[in-house]
């Protein structure tokens, strides 16, 4: 009895020791699978997509509904638009945003070629600067159902970059025409709201402050003309369809191809597909076939259809 009870009260700790070097063990082989794990593709890891739903973009009808974009502006928006430095933002600009504060605005071809020059001349060190120092007291868009809606200070990617464009367009009629509006009447009228003027005056003040306030130098009349170029080509590659896409939908421009069939309603309202078109100096192919037919079964000395005969000397077993 004695042996029994010890064997008993010692039959734990062999238990526990038993789990500890399974779990050491198991330790072990989990480090010793990370530290050699080999990926089973080389193709390379996407990058994680952006969390934050503000950065998505957003069309300017859902600011402004009914607004009438002027077309002359399509390719000055289009030019302007692929000028905005990719690293100041993450979020994609918008072209039909971009044509609206031109149509706003109404400058002429070389003033807006004057902005395009002031953003093609920015550096690497623009981008960085910007997203530091800009101020993020965006307003919030006009909404019919928060009219008296407070601002809140956001991240910088909320910001709509299409403020770059606005800003480069504002020193250019400053340079050129010497416009006495303010700050406040460009962000009311050009901006319908959707940046502050504390915004707009930063973002003045860093663009000069990066090309180092050299703004003559671009006013010369083949940078000018170059510009007034590359917007025309852009205006040539562009396509309206992005405007209207419900377009495709009517049917107005087919999916593939610029021959297309048509369809029309056949026996029992059944839509069936229309006759091929025949040249009028081509036979019908019909008439052919049947004149064919009557000849071959018409023909003298054509033997008739051979009729079945019995074997001689067949005999049937039942």
Known sequence: MASMEETVNEAPPLVSRSRSS??????????????????????????LGHSNASTRQQSPESFFPGEDLSPAFLGPAVHLTNLIPSSTSLTTPSIPLVQAILTRANPPVETIALAACILDSLN??????????????????????????RTQEQHIDCIHPELLILCALI???????????????????WGHGLWSCEQ???????????????????????????A????????????????????????????????????????????????????????????ILSLETKRAFSAPGTEPFPAYVEPAGAVMEF
């Not at 009629?173 to 700050?183: G, N």
């Not at 005056?201 to 130098?217: G, M, V």
Request: charged share 20%; proline share 11%.
């Open 171 to 189: 020193v250019a009629v400053k340079f050129l025409d010497d416009s006495h509006w303010t700050t406040s009447d460009h962000a009311a009228d």
């Open 228 to 287: 007034v170029l590359d917007m025309e080509r852009a205006a040539r590659r562009s396509d309206p369809a992005i405007y209207d896409s419900a377009r495709i939908w009517r049917g107005e421009e087919p999916f593939a191809g610029s021959h297309t069939g048509r369809a029309v309603l056949g026996v029992g309202d059944q839509l069936t597909p229309a006759e091929t078109p025949i040249s009028p100096d081509m036979p019908d192919p019909k008439a």
């Open 124 to 149: 690497s060190r623009f981008a960085l600067t910007w997203r530091q120092n800009c101020p993020l007291n965006t307003p919030a868009p006009p909404s019919p159902f928060h009219p008296g809606s």
């Open 22 to 47: 399974s779990s050491s063990s198991f330790d072990f082989d989990e480090s010793f699978f990370y530290q050699n794990y080999v990926p089973l593709s080389n193709l390379p890891t996407p990058p």
């Open 200 to 226: 707009i005056n930063f973002t003045q003040r860093c663009l000069l402050e990066n090309i180092s306030y050299r703004l003559l130098p671009l006013c010369e009349e083949s940078i000018i003309a170059d």
